[in-house]
Every structure is written in structure tokens, then in C-alpha cells.
């Protein structure tokens, strides 16, 4: 008992000095304190909360608690945010976030707030940084340092995600990277150790070995077109859309690898796979002269092998268990897997007097997928609405996600039988 509470104590003083400073200049009113005259170093803390209200329709034999149910309306917390960030001199930067994704009726109770990231970096010149740390800063695209704040759909892509809980934590990793901005290039090129994750090899299933896990290098290079986006921390370059404060067209292109990442049995034998993956993508956004319109735009193609006829099901925020088709239980689909995809995003924001408080921005999604391990090509449509009464820190977003349901025919091909969708009303409050 007393090493349990021992190890509860030195666990939470972790905490301490970011909610600290967090209480600090809460009773300043604002969450920033300056180092200096001109607010070049700092001290800034932030607080954000996702909440979700969600009508589900099922997949076929979703169980809840033991029983089975067609559709289900929930309420829960999508994500939670605690932030703590430093520029303590012009070179040295300091990142910390706490928090989690997900609290729902299965994890309400013992609901994991942990470190998601935690790093530093200096900057020698702009053209190279060095950091090192726990943190989203990878190669591939520009999803994988997206910023879930400043989403234009209702949540990320989250295929680009693809090894999301498995040997990484909520897309964060273990390592170290560097950076730079070469007049209109940006760059970043990344080491991580992924976490200890695998399973015992099965016949004919690729999935995640059961081995020392080797290192996982990417790299990502971009041309700025018009504005130049932010590179001080990853969020600030994965912005989903500006909202009209910025022109910015640019065009990327990535990969990531990892060494006998995935395993199957072959003949009895283990046969182990290499990770491989690339990006090539396009994101434009740039206002419009029509009273604060906007335009928002993103194209992507990427290509993974995971191994052979690799597939995962997966559904945000899913609590249901069971699933009698191949997707499984409650909103999962085939979401990510070998073969090749095709994202596209476009979203346009009316101009501001259309309402008094705030400026509406509808937005579409398409996921089109051709996995190795599927018979016929898997398509997820996402609908949205946004209302920003103060941006992104204080929006309201209503989405449909229209997902396939596959499963095996007669003919042992799996292919899409139905199909199925989840109502969301999303709210975003940031406090910093």
C-alpha cells in the first residue's frame, strides 16, 4: 500500500508545475505571462475540452453491457486538453500537453489522463531545429501532426493515424527530430522508438510481431506557395483551416518506415513484414473578398503495406463490444490497411453577416480506400457544419459520418453489404 501511494504521489508531481502555472494566470485573467517587455519569451498555459452528443446506428450484433442494440444515443468528452508551453529564450522552447481522448460509458471510470506530449527543442537557426521528446513531430504528412483544435471536419483523419494505440500513444512517440524552414521549404525528419506492443503470429494474419520493436524513421518536406505556415510545434503546422487569416497553398510529400513492424505465420514459420509508408498531398486555403468567406481545400494520396492483406477496424470513441460482421462492433470500419487511399476535403466559410454571433462553414470529406485485403474498395463520406462564435475556440459542429459495413458473401469475397451512420453534435471551448 504504501509503495502504491508513493508511486500516486511522485506520479502527480509531474503535474504540479503546469497546474500551478495554469492557476497562476487564470487569476491574472489570461493564461499567458510574459518574460519579457515585448512577449517574445513567455509562459502560456491552455485548457480545451471536445464534448460530443452522438446518435449511432450499430453494426450488425453490437452488444452494450451484455446486450444487443441497433442504435444508442451517448454523451461523452471526445478529447480534454491541459497545455503548458515556455519560449523561455528566443532559442529554447518547452512543449508539455496533458490529457485524453474518450471519456464515454465504458472509460468514465477509470478514464487514463496522462502525458501526451512532453518536449523540448532549440532552434540554432530557422533553418535547423533539434528536438527531443514525447510528441507528434514525424514525417509522412501533414495529418500526422494535425492539430485537432483547428479541425475543419468534425475529427481528424484518423487512417493517417495508422499505428494509433498500438506501438505508439494516441499517435505520440518516444524520439527525436529535426526541422528547419529553407526559405520556402519546410522540412522535418524524425527517429522514434515505438512502444513495446505485439501479439502471438497467427496463420495468413498479418498483424503486429511480438518482438523487439526497431526504430521508426520519417521524413516530410513542403513548399509554401503563398503564406508560410508556423513550425514553432506541430500542432501550429497542422492546421485544418484558418478560417480566412491566412493564404496558404503548399504541396508535401512523405514517408515512414519501421523494420519488422508486423508478423504472420507461414508454413508454420514466423515471417516478419516492414512497414512502409508515403504521401503526396495539397492543402489549400485562402480567403475569398465576400465579407470574411474562405475557402478550404486538401488532397491527398497515400500508400501503405503493412504486410500482406493487412486490415484494422476502427470507430472514434466507440464503447460497444460484440459484432457479428466483419467491422465488428458499433461504428467501426475497415479504416486503415495495405494498399492505397484518397483523401479529399473541402469546406467553404459563408461570409460573416449572415448571422449576428458567429460564421457558418459547411465541409465535406471523402475517404477512398483500395486494401489489399478487401474484395472492393471502401468508401467513408463525412458531412459537417461548423458555427464559430469565437474561431476555434468556441465552435459548434454538427457531422454525419456515413460509413460501409463489409462482410463475407457467398462467394467468400468480402465486400460492402450495407451501410451505416452517426450523428454528431460536437461544442469546442479553449480557454488560453
Known amino acids: 500500500m504504501f509503495l502504491k501511494m508513493k508511486n500516486l ?47 449511432m446506428e450499430m453494426n450488425p450484433g453490437t452488444t452494450i ?42 472509460t468514465e471510470k477509470d478514464f487514463p489522463f496522462d502525458v501526451l506530449d512532453y518536449h523540448v527543442q532549440y532552434t540554432f537557426v530557422r533553418e535547423f531545429a533539434l528536438g ?26 484518423l487512417f493517417t493515424l495508422h ?12 524520439g527525436l527530430w529535426a526541422k528547419g524552414e529553407i526559405g520556402k521549404l519546410d522540412y522535418v525528419a524524425a527517429l522514434k522508438n515505438p512502444a513495446v506492443y505485439g501479439v502471438e503470429a497467427q ?12 526504430m521508426r524513421t520519417s521524413g516530410y518536406l513542403k513548399w509554401d506557395f503563398l503564406d508560410d505556415e508556423s513550425t514553432l510545434h506541430a500542432y501550429s503546422s497542422g492546421v485544418g483551416t484558418y478560417l480566412g487569416k491566412k493564404r496558404v497553398f503548399n504541396i508535401g510529400a512523405g514517408f515512414m518506415y519501421q523494420p519488422k513492424m508486423t508478423s504472420s505465420l507461414v508454413d508454420g ?23 470574411g468567406a474562405a475557402i478550404t481545400a486538401y488532397l491527398g494520396f497515400f500508400d501503405y503495406n503493412f504486410g500482406p492483406n493487412y486490415i484494422r477496424n476502427l470507430g472514434a470513441n466507440d464503447y460497444t463490444s460484440g459484432g457479428t460482421s ?16 484518397i483523401f479529399a476535403q473541402f469546406g467553404y466559410l459563408l461570409k460573416k453577416d449572415l448571422i449576428k454571433q458567429g460564421q457558418f462553414q459547411p465541409n465535406v470529406a471523402v475517404q477512398y480506400s483500395m486494401f489489399d485485403g478487401l474484395d472492393e474498395a471502401m468508401v467513408c463520406y463525412d458531412f459537417g457544419l461548423n458555427c464559430y462564435f469565437k474561431g476555434h ?40
Not at 499505428?163 to 518516444?174: F, H, I, P, Q
Open 203 to 214: 496463420d495468413s494474419i498479418t498483424d503486429f510481431a511480438l518482438n523487439r520493436p526497431r
Open 163 to 174: 499505428t494509433v494505440n498500438k506501438n505508439d500513444d494516441l499517435g505520440r512517440s518516444l
Open 132 to 157: 527531443m521528446g514525447e510528441g507528434t513531430w514525424d514525417g509522412f504528412s501533414r495529418w500526422t501532426v494535425r492539430s485537432s483544435k483547428s479541425m475543419m471536419a468534425l475529427d481528424a483523419p
Open 326 to 341: 466483419f467491422n465488428g462492433s458499433g461504428n467501426d470500419y475497415p479504416m486503415m490497411g495495405t494498399g492505397q487511399t
Open 65 to 106: 453491457n451484455g446486450e444487443a442494440v441497433n442504435s444508442a444515443f451517448d454523451v461523452s468528452i471526445r478529447r480534454v486538453r491541459l497545455g503548458g508551453f515556455a519560449q523561455l529564450n528566443p532559442k529554447l522552447y518547452v512543449f508539455a500537453l496533458l490529457g485524453g481522448n474518450n471519456i464515454n460509458m465504458k
Open 9 to 55: 504521489v511522485l506520479r502527480n508531481l509531474v503535474w504540479l508545475p503546469i497546474f500551478l502555472s495554469v492557476s497562476v494566470f487564470a487569476q491574472s485573467g489570461k493564461l499567458k505571462l510574459n518574460l519579457n517587455d515585448s512577449g517574445t519569451t513567455y509562459i502560456k498555459g491552455s485548457l480545451r475540452g471536445m464534448f460530443w452528443a452522438r446518435h
Open 269 to 291: 514459420e514466423e515471417e516478419f513484414y516492414d512497414f512502409e509508408s508515403y504521401c503526396v498531398e495539397a492543402f489549400y486555403d485562402v480567403p475569398v473578398k465576400n465579407k
Open 393 to 432: 475556440n468556441n465552435k459548434l459542429t454538427l457531422g454525419y459520418q456515413y460509413r460501409p459495413i463489409f462482410d463475407y458473401n457467398s462467394s467468400a469475397d468480402l465486400v460492402q453489404v450495407d451501410r451505416a451512420g452517426q450523428l454528431i453534435l460536437q461544442y469546442q471551448i479553449v480557454v488560453n
